[in-house]
């Protein structure tokens, strides 16, 4: 069951959130099937991950893989050999497809490879030293260096 949420509300009363709402909209919209090709993804450390696509049937020249804003679009295409062979029965899918992924801020394509009907692409965040927390040192007057009255003005008892 589906339903649809109108953002507007939120959208009118937050700031800087316009990215988070496309993208809950975009997938609320979606009406491709969502079953092919099946694919995992697999968080292999702290900031690497990697997704596997089950694309049986197709070669690495058949599969185009695009990173672009924040997006890694998967998209396979295979061209038309019905002249080639008569099936008697053809059980793998070789139909077009596109998937999409969104990927967090930071999260960069280190490499793909075609691996016995897998596509594997593996993901690592890197976030740049600027945007990493560092700490501050604070700086003052040291322990020794007491506010006070001049040496020659105490009262001496």
């Known amino acids: 069951m589906r339903t649809n949420f109108d953002f507007a509300p939120y959208r009118r009363s937050t700031v800087g959130f316009d990215r988070l709402f496309d993208l809950l909209e975009t997938t609320a919209r979606t009406d491709a099937p969502e079953g092919y090709p099946p694919f995992d993804i697999e968080r292999e450390s702290e900031d690497s991950y990697q997704i596997t696509l089950a694309v049986a049937g197709f070669r690495p020249d058949d599969i185009e893989i695009v990173a672009q804003n924040n997006q890694l679009t998967v998209t396979g295409r295979r061209p038309d050999d019905r002249d080639e062979c008569r099936f008697l029965h053809r059980g793998i899918a070789t139909r077009a497809f596109e998937r999409r992924f969104q990927l967090a801020d930071f999260v960069q394509v280190q490499n793909a490879r ?30 020794n260096d007491r506010i006070g009255a001049p040496e020659g003005d105490r009262d001496v008892a």
Do not use: H, Y
């Not at 075609?114 to 040291?142: C, H, Q, W, Y």
């Open 114 to 143: 075609f691996d016995n009907g897998l596509l594997v692409i593996a993901l690592k965040r890197e976030v740049p030293e600027a945007m990493k927390p560092r700490r501050i040192e604070i700086s003052g007057t040291a322990a």
